[in-house]
Structure formats: structure tokens, C-alpha cells
């Protein structure tokens, strides 16, 4: 009976360590997806503005888009 004690105390710290690693590995998964996609988000913004500008500033420049 004891030994039985004894496995199925393993058993059940073996199984919240493992259920306590994929939990970790799942956030660490979300973080890295969301940072990407924050980074991804920033970068299209900022391109969109750099073009956005050049755009006008050129084709202001020469009489096209009266924005600035």
C-alpha cells in the first residue's frame, strides 16, 4: 500500500511539472507571437508614413498633391 502511496505521488508531481512546463512553453509561444506582431505592426506603420511622405514632399514639391 505504501509503495502504491509512494507512485502515485510521483505520478502526480510528474504530471503538474509537465502540465506546468506546456503552460509555461504556451505563454512564452504567445509572448513571442504578440511581440512579432507588434514589431510587424510598427514597421508596416512606419513604412506607410515614410511613403506617405515622400509621396507628398515629391509630388508637392512639383505642384501635385497640395497637402503640406
Known amino acids: 500500500m505504501r509503495e ?3 507512485i502515485r505521488d510521483v505520478v502526480i508531481i510528474v504530471v503538474v511539472l509537465v502540465i506546468v512546463v506546456v503552460v509555461k512553453a504556451f505563454v512564452v509561444v504567445v509572448v ?3 511581440v512579432v506582431v507588434v514589431v510587424v505592426v510598427i514597421v508596416v506603420v512606419v513604412v506607410v508614413i515614410v511613403v506617405v ?3 507628398v ?4 514639391g512639383e505642384g501635385g498633391l497640395p497637402l503640406v
Open 4 to 6: 502504491n502511496d509512494k
Open 32 to 34: 513571442v507571437v504578440l
Open 53 to 55: 511622405v515622400v509621396l
Open 57 to 60: 514632399v515629391v509630388i508637392g
